[in-house]
């Protein structure tokens, strides 16, 4: 039994036999030497990206690699963009403050998701797990991390606006573990701006 998880313009995701399936679909657009080669680099490098972040937070292990296909572990527990609004406003912020201390940690090793909302993690028995490395890129600058940061606070002000604010604030506690975090935090306000005055 083969079930569709997501479908989006880079992959499409299935599970089987309870493993996720990442598949590299072809763009017709593009000459087929040229878009294997872009397919296959970034399979390795979403691969590379979530061996290294295993090592330091809790993240879908790589069970099998082929040139455009990633096997996953499966990861079965709330997405929070599902459950989030849901839980008791304790367990919201509790988990929105855990939730600011993996990514600290990840941008502690300079690893930058690309894609960081709530569509991308899931709660798992009290254990946080971010998902989906495929825009993920290895980098030491502010700005970088900062855009990251600028990803989930839109994404809970788009799904979870009744308390977005203080669900903000609370991860922002979180992310507060490490010595570059403020800057980052000072920097994102220099993201927002530019948002705002784009239209």
């Known amino acids: 039994m083969v079930k569709i998880l997501a479908q989006g313009a880079e992959a499409i995701i299935t599970l089987k036999n309870n493993i996720v399936i990442k598949n590299r679909i072809p763009k017709s657009y593009r000459i087929k030497e040229l878009d294997d080669k872009i397919r296959k680099r970034r399979t390795e490098k979403e691969a ?8 330091i937070i809790s993240v879908p292990k790589v069970l099998g690699q082929t040139k455009f296909e990633l096997e996953l572990e499966y990861i079965d ?6 459950k989030l609004n849901s839980y008791p406003q304790k367990k919201q912020f509790e988990v929105m403050k855990s939730l600011g201390r993996e990514v600290a940690i990840l941008h502690q090793h300079d690893i930058i998701h690309g894609d ?9 028995n009290k254990t946080i797990y971010i ?3 495929g825009l993920s890129f290895i980098s030491k600058r502010i700005e970088d991390k900062a855009v990251d940061l600028h990803l989930i606070k839109q994404a809970l002000e788009a799904k979870h606006f009744q ?17 570059e975090s403020k800057d980052i935090l000072e920097r994102l306000k220099k993201v927002e701006s530019r948002g705002r005055y784009k239209h």
Not at 77 to 82: M, R
């Open 131 to 133: 998902i989906d490395f």
């Open 77 to 82: 527990g709330d997405k929070l963009s599902e």
């Open 48 to 55: 590379k990206v979530l061996e290294k972040a295993s090592k």
């Open 163 to 179: 308390n977005h604010e203080q669900l903000f604030e609370n991860f922002s506690d979180g992310y507060q573990i490490f010595e």
């Open 116 to 124: 960081l909302t709530t569509s991308n993690t899931i709660l798992k």
